[in-house]
Each structure stands twice: as structure tokens, then as C-alpha cells.
């Protein structure tokens, strides 16, 4: 793992911090934020109090960036107590129902094969004690308040499910999830597969969040020293995107909006963990470093046939640029030219099959 240099920690960065039981991930944000006397953090995922584990937590400019990290996947240890159902989906809350003492319970080939049948992309119902809004209030308050609803199915992903124990009623999961994939919702409803009036979730441990483990996570209660030994800089928290080193001329265009045309395939770096350079433009962002390597924005590359609804800044003055509409099904310049008049790179880049790289987020 790479960390950030102390003499930097004021600018951005990620921290990996494993949160005990009964304490809320924003009291853990702000913790963190008050040691290092940072006014800028947050973080990449949420963790409800009953649950421990991983938490990835921004700091500074690295806020910025959360957008491309609440996307990753997690994976959690579950432990699920079969056939009691309450009202959180979680033991933490009221009771419903609960089997009789003498229920029989699947076996453990039903309990495998209920969970294969999980696997992949399905439609869940979040629990109604979540933060998800509705008509903006958060569904967790409306249901305290007694309020009656129901919250609309979502797609999630479940990517892997291995059964650790299994003790009726206690069951315990390896997950590996979505992000939006709610755990307490696989507790309520795997039972309900199973014949059962439902399931509760026991425990909750987050292990990973992409490719974050809660072994190089710093722990709780807080030590300062240890907290800036451990700190990763915004470009490895993004080490799965691709790279690309702009020159000062280039970055300088780049970071006033400008969209480059003349950029090889050739130049890019592949994610960490790949090896060399890339062959075609990736899809997706990208990662845009200066000469010395720190990460000053991200970028993503596109055919001049989609060019961008809105250019940010122009390059000569640094004046807003209004909108490029179309017209006649050719792309109109509304305001200041984005290009000096004794050059044809926009003309190159309306003609060209050659990708422009856009700018997606200035950091």
C-alpha cells in the first residue's frame, strides 16, 4: 500500500479506518477530520452502528472523488439468525415474528442452493430503517415516526456467497456485493426462500471495499501518528483507473477546460497491476497526473461526435463558455471560440476519428 507524505496530508487523501460497534460512521468521519484539523472529509460508503469493519474516509481535496469510489464493490462477514423477523431487519430492532422452538430448518444443500439462486443481478427492497430518501425525508425517520410505506426495488449485484457456518437458526456468509446491495435485506429475505417467516441480521463485518482490506485500516480509538503513517494519496486510491502524464502546455489547456485531441493510445498507463501501456483508449475515466505524478484531475476520452454539451473555461481568456448546441446537425460555437484563430484543431477534432480527452473532474 502507498501512503501519502506527512508534509501533503493537508491537501487530499484517503484513509482506511475500522469502525467498532455503536459508533456511527459520520461520528468516525469526524474524528478523523478534528485529529488532523482537516474542515473537508468524508466518507465512501456508509456502515449502520450495529456493523464493524472498513470505512473509507476522504480527506481535503480527495472529497472530490468520491463519486468514483462509492461504485466499489464491498464484501462483508454476515451472520444471519434464521426464522425471527423484526421490524430494522436487524436484531436491533422490534420483533415481528418468530419461529416456534420446535421448527425444523432447510438443510444445509437447501441453504446452498437458495443462495445460488441469489447470485447475479436481482431486484431488492431496501429495509425501510435506511437512509434512502423519501420525497425528501430519510425512510429511516419516517419509520420511526410510524409512518406506513414501502421503498421501491433496486437493482444490485451479488457477486460471490460461501456459507462459513451453518448452526440452526445461525448462519454465517462471506458476501461480496454491489455497492447500493443491502445486507439486511438478504437476511430478511433468504429465509422467506427457505419457508421460513424470515431472518434477522446478528453481525456485520465490512472486510473489503474494492481493493481496501480492513487489515491495513488504522483502529479505532484514533491515534494521530498512525493515522498519518497510513494515509493514500488520491492517485493509488484510484488504482484501478488508467493514466495518463500530461506535459505543463498540455495540463496547463487541461485544467481551463480545454479538450486535447492529440493524444496516443500509446501514452497511457495501465491500471496498477497490469502491466505497460495501453493498446486503445479505455472507456471509462481516467486518471490525469502532472510531471511529478500527483493526480490533478480526472479525465475521459470520447469521438468528436459527442462532443461535450458544455465547455468549462476557455483556454485564451478563461471566460465561461455558454453551451454547444446543434444545428443542422453540426456543432455550433455559441460564444468564444475555444481555439485561437490560426489553428484547425477543432475543425481536426469535428472531422477526426481520433478521441478527445475531456476533463470530468478538476482535483
Not at 71 to 99: F, M, N, P
Not at 161 to 188: F, N, Q, W
Not at 322 to 347: G, L, P, T, Y
Request: hydrophobic share 40%; glycine share 8%.
Amino acid at each position: 500500500m502507498v501512503y501519502l507524505p506527512e508534509s501533503k496530508v493537508h491537501s487530499a487523501g484517503l484513509i482506511l479506518a475500522d469502525k467498532p460497534k455503536a459508533v456511527s460512521s459520520r461520528t468516525l468521519v469526524s474524528q478523523l477530520a478534528s485529529i488532523l484539523g482537516i474542515k473537508r472529509a468524508g466518507h465512501i460508503g456508509t456502515l449502520d452502528p450495529m456493523a464493524t469493519g472498513l470505512v473509507g474516509v476522504l480527506l481535503g481535496r480527495a472529497t472530490l472523488l468520491a463519486s468514483y469510489l462509492m461504485g466499489l464493490s464491498k464484501r462483508y462477514r454476515a451472520e444471519i439468525l434464521l426464522g425471527t423477523l423484526t421490524d430494522t431487519d436487524d436484531i436491533t430492532g422490534q420483533l415481528i415474528e418468530r419461529e416456534p422452538p420446535d421448527r425444523s430448518y432447510p438443510s444445509r444443500k437447501d441453504v446452498v442452493e437458495a443462495l445460488e439462486g441469489l447470485i447475479g443481478e436481482s431486484l431488492q427492497i431496501p429495509p425501510c430503517y435506511s437512509a434512502i430518501s423519501v420525497n425528501g425525508i430519510r425512510s429511516y425517520k419516517r419509520a420511526r415516526a410510524g409512518h406506513s410505506f414501502s421503498l421501491p426495488a433496486r437493482k444490485v449485484f451479488l457477486f460471490e456467497a460461501t456459507i462459513l457456518a451453518y448452526c440452526p437458526p445461525e448462519l454465517s456468509l462471506d458476501l461480496k456485493v454491489s455497492s447500493g446491495y443491502y445486507i439486511r435485506s438478504l437476511a430478511r429475505d433468504l429465509p422467506k426462500a427457505l419457508g421460513l417467516c424470515g431472518g434477522t441480521l446478528s453481525n456485520l463485518r465490512r472486510l473489503e471495499i474494492g481493493p481496501f482490506k480492513v487489515e491495513d485500516s488504522v483502529a479505532f480509538p484514533f491515534a494521530r501518528q498512525e493515522i498519518l503513517d497510513k494515509i493514500i494519496p488520491p492517485k493509488a486510491a484510484l488504482s484501478e483507473l488508467a493514466e495518463l502524464v500530461l506535459d505543463q502546455e498540455e495540463l496547463s489547456r487541461f485544467l481551463n477546460g480545454a479538450f486535447l485531441s492529440q493524444i496516443e493510445a500509446k501514452r497511457i498507463i495501465a491500471p496498477i497491476g497490469s502491466k505497460g501501456h495501453l493498446n486503445s483508449y479505455p472507456q471509462g475515466p481516467i486518471k490525469i497526473l502532472d510531471g511529478m505524478g500527483d493526480l490533478r484531475a480526472l479525465g475521459k476520452f470520447a469521438f468528436s461526435q459527442s462532443l461535450p454539451n458544455k465547455i468549462i473555461k476557455n483556454r485564451n481568456d478563461h471566460l465561461p463558455i455558454e453551451s454547444i448546441k446543434n444545428r443542422n446537425e453540426q456543432k455550433i460555437i455559441e460564444a468564444n471560440e475555444i481555439f485561437s484563430h490560426n489553428n484547425n484543431e477543432m475543425d481536426t477534432l469535428l472531422t477526426s476519428q481520433r478521441p478527445y480527452l475531456r476533463p470530468l473532474r478538476i482535483i
